[in-house]
Each structure stands twice: as C-alpha cells, then as structure tokens.
C-alpha cells in the first residue's frame, strides 16, 4: 500500500509505479492550473488597463473641451509669441526720455537682463489675479510679430486700450509650464496709467 504524505506531497511507501502515476497526473493538473491562472490574471490585468486608458482618454476629452476659468489667459499650444490685439492706433506712443521700445527690448534682451527698464506702450491684453499678479500685454508700434508684443507681470490694474508707462525688470527664457513660455518678460512693474 502507498501512502501519500497530504501536506508534504512526499512519497511515505516507495513504490514507484504508484508514486510515478500520481504524481504525473497530479503534476500535468498543477501546471495546466498555473498556466490558466497566469493567463486569468494577464487577460484581467489587461481589461483593467483598457479600463484605466478609456477613463483617461474620457477625461482628458472632457478637459479639452472644457472652457478655461474667466480671466484666464488662453494656453498657446502651437509656439505663437504674441496674442491677437485688438486694432488700437499706436502712432502717439512715444519712447521715454531713458526708456526703450518694445523691439529695443527683444533687440537688447540679453545685454538687459535682469536689468530694470521703462518703456511706454498699449495694454493690448490683460489677465487680473493669476499667480498672483496681474499680467499685461504691450505694444508700442514697434517690432514685428512675434517680437512686437511684451508681457508684464504687475501688481497694478489696467484695461485694454490704456497707455501705460512700464518700469520692471527684464528676464530671459521663462517657462512657467503648462505651455506658457516667454522669451522676455518684464517682471514686478510699476504701472502708471497716462
């Protein structure tokens, strides 16, 4: 008589052919149930995945789609410098007696950084209370796009269609991430309102 050891799976009495049988049958069930298991959990982990992908690409629909909060300034996904300004007469814009245009600034742009400058323009755009500041858009006339149009980071208020004399500093290559980048950027200005 063969004993079969039931925790252990050992062979308690040799006796081969027995011993052989079982555990060729027994070992063709275990890796026939190891195989389907492994197969069960890769077909589920793949349905999950479909899953998880098909959510993401609802929501990421959904989010492009959505309108962006008032007031905030649209995302340039396409590399464009300079957003579209409304038609506003520039021929009155004067340089200040020290200052500089806006093309002299990207012209300067490396010689100027991290310098303070003032220069004299329109509010072409304007965003209130994002990251804390408020952030404009000027023009003076000068330049082509996409070197006509600066923005200014600002605690001041201004509406589109003002002249505003700028003072703030100059800097380079800013990615604030989430496609806002700036080549130039004057930061904390003073904003006087002519």
Not at 44 to 52: C, D, P, V, Y
Not at 53 to 72: C, K, N, Q, T, V
Not at 89 to 95: A, L, N, W, Y
């Amino acid at each position: 008589m063969n004993v079969i050891g039931e925790e252990s799976g050992k062979v308690i009495d040799d006796c081969p052919s027995v011993r052989q049988n079982y555990f060729s049958e027994g070992e063709t069930v275990r890796k026939t149930f190891y195989k389907a298991g492994r197969l069960l959990l890769a077909v589920g982990i793949l349905a999950l995945s479909a899953l998880a992908l098909d959510h993401y690409a609802a929501a990421i629909a959904r989010a492009a789609s959505a309108p962006l909060p008032e007031g905030h300034p649209t995302i340039d996904t396409h590399g464009s410098a300079a957003p579209a300004a409304p038609k506003l007469d520039f021929s009155k814009i004067v340089k200040p007696k020290g200052g500089k245009t806006v093309q002299e600034v990207y012209q300067e742009k490396v010689k100027l950084n991290g310098k303070r400058v003032t220069l004299r323009g329109k509010v072409v755009k304007y965003n209130e209370a994002i990251m804390g500041k408020n952030w404009l858009h000027l023009r003076d006339g000068t330049g082509k796009d996409p070197t006509n149009d600066l923005t200014v980071t600002t605690q001041a208020k201004a509406k589109v269609g003002d002249t505003v004399l700028v003072e703030g500093t100059v800097a380079l290559d800013k990615d604030l991430g989430a496609g806002y980048k700036y080549a130039v950027i004057i930061e904390d200005a003073k904003v006087k309102i002519e």
